[in-house]
């Protein structure tokens, strides 16, 4: 008796370190369970302290994919697609990742048609979706700022009302003399103000200097709004301990953040896939639940890219193991919840 009451006492005690020990487990992190999609489940999202919450102010962490740059591979930005990466991969998010120089919005306003196809697809499939500003090679948010209060005046007024919608403002503001305070700040209030016009409550993300890796001055100068969150990038084979220390800090300060845009490879996006570094930043993204998008979805052949070179030029879907790359494997185990414990 005294045995087995010792074995029930060890026993009870594992049961509930181990329901403890994930917090945000039980009815998380699917895009589809008991036949309802994640939209349908969790609803309109909300920021309550430093956590994405469902509409019952829950924790949640939702995860998926980036596309490329959408000027390149928007054709993978359709129905087909992104269903199959909702129901083999598991992915509640697409990011439609719209850049606006190297070829993309300023040479062709078209560009945008491949948004709205991946809003659309969104919706229908009960999946969120990230609006993308991708500034990359303009660095200055501020350099189109009229153009981009143009693009969310229009995507506010068409989708405010659908709880998919998630606005990433301005992808990854770069340059020395691009800062928080003269630059970034000042930008996202004037576009937050454009959208919230149209649009009361879905969440919006603002990027922070240096590609998106310092959420923590960000979180020392908060934008005076509801539902904002700060951007933080990473490469795993670039970025680790001292990019997270930036994370954590932004946490202690109250800024919540949102990891819109990470690869497995070097910042290059391309130099291999660094899985152990991928894995602790995962571990510590799921601790700290930190919602996530993954770069990319192209068969470039570069090692970000989710398929292997040259496949699916029909941009179909339905990839088996030999049609995705190394890091594409890797990507699906972990939206799968195949790999983090
Ligand atoms: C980011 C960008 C993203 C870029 C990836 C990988 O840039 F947001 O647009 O994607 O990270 O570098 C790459 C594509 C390439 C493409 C190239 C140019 O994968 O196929 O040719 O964009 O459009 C980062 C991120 C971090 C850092 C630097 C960059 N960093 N960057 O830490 O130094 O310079 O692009």
């Given amino acids: 008796m005294k045995v087995f009451g010792k074995i029930a006492l060890v026993a009870g005690v594992a049961f509930l370190l181990a329901s403890c020990?994930?917090?945000?487990?039980?009815?998380?992190?699917?895009?589809?369970?008991?036949?309802?999609?994640?939209?349908?489940?969790?609803?309109?999202?909300?920021?309550?302290?430093?956590?994405?919450?469902?509409?019952d102010g829950k924790p949640v962490q939702i995860r998926g994919i980036s596309s490329h740059g959408l000027q390149w591979?928007?054709?993978?930005?359709?129905?087909?697609?992104?269903?199959?990466?909702r129901d083999d991969w598991n992915c509640q998010l697409w990011r439609a990742a719209m850049y606006i120089s190297e070829g993309g919005y300023l040479s062709s306003k078209a560009i945008k048609n491949?948004?709205?196809?991946?809003?659309?697809?969104?919706?229908k499939n009960g999946m969120y979706v990230m609006i993308d500003w991708h500034v990359l090679g303009t660095k200055d948010p501020m350099a189109h700022l009229d153009l981009?209060?143009?693009?969310?005046?229009?995507?506010?007024?068409?989708?405010?009302?659908?709880?998919?919608?998630?606005?990433?403002?301005?992808?990854?503001?770069?340059?020395?003399?691009?800062?928080?305070?003269?630059?970034?700040?000042p930008y996202?209030?004037?576009?937050?103000?454009?959208?919230?016009?149209?649009?009361?409550?879905n969440i919006i993300i603002v990027?922070?200097?240096?590609?998106?890796?310092?959420?923590q001055i960000a979180a020392k100068n908060q934008i005076k709004a509801k539902n904002i969150m700060y951007t933080v990038h990473f490469y795993a084979g670039t970025h680790?301990?001292?990019?997270?220390?930036?994370v954590k800090k932004a946490l202690k300060l109250g800024a919540p953040v949102f990891c819109t845009e990470w690869g497995t490879t070097m910042a290059s996006g391309d130099g291999g896939v660094f899985e152990k570094s991928t894995l602790e930043w995962m571990k510590f993204f799921e601790e700290n639940n930190i919602s996530w998008a993954n770069w990319a979805l192209n068969n470039?052949?570069?090692?970000?890219?989710?398929?292997?070179?040259?496949k699916d030029k029909e941009a179909k879907g339905g990839w088996t193991d030999k049609d995705l790359s190394p890091d594409g494997k890797l990507i699906r185990k972990i939206i799968r919840n195949e790999i983090e414990k």
């Avoid at 680790?240 to 930036?246: A, D, I, L, V, Y």
């Fill in 240 to 246: 680790g301990k001292e990019h997270r220390r930036n």
């Fill in 188 to 201: 996202a209030e004037e576009v937050i103000k454009t959208i919230r016009a149209n649009d009361p409550n």
């Fill in 21 to 55: 020990s994930n917090k945000y487990k039980d009815d998380t992190r699917l895009a589809i369970e008991d036949g309802r999609t994640v939209v349908e489940r969790y609803g309109q999202l909300q920021v309550i302290g430093t956590d994405l919450c469902n509409q």
């Fill in 300 to 310: 470039k052949g570069e090692d970000s890219g989710i398929l292997a070179y040259g």
């Fill in 207 to 215: 990027g922070t200097p240096i590609w998106s890796s310092q959420p």
């Fill in 148 to 185: 981009a209060k143009e693009f969310f005046d229009e995507m506010s007024k068409k989708y405010g009302q659908y709880p998919n919608i998630i606005y990433e403002i301005c992808n990854e503001p770069n340059g020395d003399n691009v800062t928080w305070e003269n630059n970034i700040k």
């Fill in 73 to 85: 591979y928007g054709k993978y930005a359709n129905e087909d697609v992104i269903k199959w990466l």
């Fill in 114 to 123: 491949r948004v709205i196809d991946s809003v659309d697809a969104c919706i």
